[in-house]
C-alpha cells in the first residue's frame, strides 16, 4: 500500500506524523521522503512549442508540423543525445 502526503500545511504534516505513528516498527515498512516534482501546465508547454522550440528545431534543420509526434520525437532525441556528449 502506497501513501502519500504532500506537505502544504501544518494539518497535513500533522496528519502524516499520526500515520507514521500508527506504521508497525518491525522493519517491513519503507519510507522515504523526497522533494515534489514540479511539471509544467499545459499553458507553459503549449508556449514552449508555439515559441521556444520551433526557432531551436529549425536551427538544427528539423521540420515538421506544429503538433507533429514524430518531429517533437526527433527533437527531444536530439536534445537527448547533445546532453550525453
Known amino acids: ?6 506537505l502544504i500545511n501544518k494539518n497535513v504534516l500533522a496528519n502524516a506524523v499520526i500515520y507514521l505513528q500508527s506504521l508497525q516498527s518491525d522493519g ?3 519510507v522515504e521522503f523526497r522533494p515534489k516534482k514540479t511539471t509544467k501546465s499545459e499553458k507553459q508547454n503549449s508556449a514552449l512549442w508555439a515559441v521556444a522550440y520551433p526557432p531551436v528545431m529549425e536551427e538544427m534543420g528539423l521540420r515538421g508540423e506544429k503538433s507533429g509526434f514524430i518531429s517533437m520525437n526527433i ?3 536530439s536534445i537527448l543525445a547533445g546532453l550525453k556528449k
Open 75 to 77: 527533437f527531444a532525441a
Open 28 to 30: 517491513s515498512i519503507e
Open 1 to 6: 500500500m502506497k501513501k502519500v502526503f504532500v
